[in-house]
């Protein structure tokens, strides 16, 4: 057996892990003590960490056998760096544990884990060589450094959601009720592009096209789902497949466009199916799950996971980028799409510190601030990476 095999093996055993992991986690808040600062984890909770911890550190092999095999930071496509990001989101959680005992972060961590392991798997896992600008040892520092960072972030959505989860009543009419059940749907579309993925790769779709690209030359594309967005000036070279129907601009990427709009399709049959069957909201079902969490030791969290994982995120996604960008592109700061909502992320941040730190946002208002943070992450990470052209279009293979 290669490195690479069981690279991937070693990843497949961290998502069962998580998944088992998660099952083991409900159990502990199914308690009946009150989850607490002051509670030690009870049977499920330390089983459930266990194995976490057995998971996370697969996890680990997989990142560093991959890292081996390819000579540098399996960090330079988009099956590479989510798997990253979700390996950090386990490690940011496993010591956030260990500060807090807060057994109920477990079952939202694990899961947001899991659908983005599930979300990089849908993208290609070749090894290639890279491309010249991602040729330097800044890819191990920039790429890793901002990884760590959003995940320490992603914690303070973790609480902040758990905190909403208990707070909004779900049988009231309110904003709050409607904007969490938003939330909720759009983690199902991330199970809806994984859905669509897998079926259509399951059935082997295939179009063939050509188009003008931003340099205005002839260029190759193969779309795996039908098109229903085409690139600049393009050309369908495979019979008896679909017609794109609408041509997209060159700064557009139609094809990932394309996977985004099955993703939504796939995602809302999802939801109107669950809410079919049930005859209740995802809030509904969820609420009773987390009515022993503490929402002051949530909030408590959330704060202080921000604390960590802003100036990380600041060294890594802001300073080292624009060092990087100055060696290989010989500018410190050039307007890309990616780094635009680097920069939007980061002052979002720091408006999330001053008003809590100077208006007293507490409670509420502070758990929807960590929810819209790294509700901006995951938009720079899919929507940005898939949908818009840049110089950093290489992440979207």
Avoid: C
Wanted: aromatic share 16%; proline share 4%.
């Amino acid at each position: 057996m290669s490195l690479i095999d069981i690279s991937g093996n070693l990843l497949f055993v961290a998502f069962i892990a998580y998944l088992v992991g998660t099952l083991f986690f409900g159990g502990a808040i199914k308690s009946t003590k009150p989850d607490g600062a002051v509670n030690r984890a009870d049977k499920w909770g330390k089983i459930a960490l266990v194995v976490t911890i057995i998971g996370f550190l697969a996890h680990l092999g997989y990142f560093i056998t991959r890292w081996i095999y390819k000579g540098h930071a399996p960090v330079s496509n988009m099956f590479e760096f989510t798997t990253a990001f979700g390996m950090f989101i386990i490690a940011a959680f496993i010591l956030i544990y260990y500060m807090y005992r807060l057994t109920a972060l477990g079952v939202v961590a694990l899961p947001v884990a899991i659908l983005i392991i599930g979300y990089a798997a849908m993208f290609p896992n070749d090894v290639d060589p890279l491309v010249p600008s991602l040729q330097s040892y800044w890819l191990h520092i920039h790429v890793i450094t901002a990884a760590m960072g959003q995940s320490i972030l992603a914690i303070s959505a973790v609480a902040g959601l758990l905190y909403l989860l208990k707070a909004i009543d779900p049988k009231a009419k309110s904003k709050s009720r409607f904007w969490m059940e938003a939330v909720l749907y759009f983690g199902v579309l991330v199970v809806g592009f994984i859905l669509a993925t897998v079926i259509f790769r399951g059935i082997g779709y295939e179009a063939n096209f050509t188009y003008i690209d931003t340099k205005d030359a002839e260029a190759e594309m193969v779309y795996n789902m039908p098109a229903i967005f085409g690139m600049n000036e393009y050309t369908l070279l495979t019979d008896d497949v679909m017609e794109p129907l609408v041509e997209m601009p060159p700064v557009i990427n139609a094809k990932k466009l394309t996977t985004v709009f099955w993703a939504f399709v796939f995602g809302s049959i999802i939801y109107l199916v669950i809410r079919l069957i049930t005859r209740r909201s995802i809030l509904d079902m969820l609420h009773p799950l987390v009515q022993k969490v503490n929402l002051n030791l949530l909030d408590e969290v959330g704060y202080r996971s921000v604390l960590i994982g802003f100036p990380v995120f600041t060294l890594g996604a802001l300073v080292f980028a624009m060092i990087w960008a100055q060696e290989a592109w010989g500018r410190f700061w050039g307007w890309d799409p990616k780094e635009v909502w680097a920069l939007i992320t980061w002052l979002f941040y720091a408006a999330y510190l001053h008003l809590r730190l100077s208006k007293g946002w507490e409670g509420k208002k502070s758990a929807w601030l960590a929810v819209i943070g790294f509700a901006i992450i995951l938009f720079n990470l899919i929507v940005v990476n898939l949908v818009i052209a840049g110089l950093h279009s290489y992440a979207s293979n």
